[in-house]
T-cell receptor, first 116, second 114 residues
């Protein structure tokens, strides 16, 4: 079982509010990711990090920002939430230094955000 | 354009029956293909990984196949159980970087009825 945790699991918030989705992993993985998932659609990469102080934007443009101050922590922040941000956000990590180096992603349980 | 297409989009079967899910991809160059299972309201969990040289691999009641020539993979579930109800996602990795870029299918939503 993967040791990667997301909070909150569910969040309903009004337009214009600032929100932070937390993601922590205890596996010591250097690489972490944020994906956005809408019903019936594929996962879209919105941010990733190779390690501490490294953050990159993913394939899908997002108004969110991320930070990586500690290896185990990769929070995602929306400064001003809008209804278009309503979605499921999945955090994941991987270990590219593993012997198999097959790139398995370990996902958190997800944070379902609803912006009214 | 690198793509991953899954079929069917959804599937309903009775408990105890077998089923096969399909994944076609156009990703090139190819590194590996994974099948993930995603229970409702949870994050995906890896079931199997197929590399270029592998044709078939089993994980309990799940058997994945890969035909690298036709760029097709299948996931066969034997003697289905209610707990198999989930979305099954096919993910293909290319060899563009150390880890490879990942291409996700939209998943097949499987429902197992008692």
């Amino acid at each position: 079982e993967a040791d990667i945790y997301q909070t909150p699991r569910y969040l309903v918030i009004g337009t214009g509010k600032k929100i932070t989705l937390e993601c922590s992993q205890t596996m010591g993985h250097d690489k972490m990711y944020w994906y956005q998932q809408d019903p019936g659609m594929e996962l879209h990469l919105i941010h990733y990090s190779y390690g501490v102080n490294s953050t990159e934007k993913g394939d899908l443009s997002s108004e969110s920002t991320v930070s990586r101050i500690r290896t185990e922590h990769f929070p995602l922040t929306l400064e001003s939430a809008r209804p278009s941000h309503t979605s499921q956000y999945l955090c994941a990590s991987s270990d590219p230094s593993s012997p198999s180096n097959t790139g398995e992603l370990f996902f958190g349980e997800g944070s379902r955000l609803t912006v009214l | 354009k690198n793509q991953v297409e899954q079929s069917p989009q959804s599937l309903i079967i009775l408990e105890g029956k077998n089923c096969t899910l399909q994944c076609n991809y156009t990703v090139s160059p190819f590194s590996n293909l994974r099948w993930y299972k995603q229970d409702t309201g949870r994050g995906p969990v890896s079931l199997t990984i197929m590399t270029f040289s592998e044709n078939t691999k089993s994980n309990g009641r799940y058997t994945a196949t890969l035909d690298a020539d036709t760029k097709q993979s299948s996931l066969h579930i034997t003697a289905s159980q209610l707990s198999d109800s989930a979305s099954y996602i096919c993910v293909v990795s290319d060899r563009g970087s150390t880890l490879g870029r990942l291409y996700f299918g939209r998943g097949t939503q499987l429902t197992v009825w008692p």
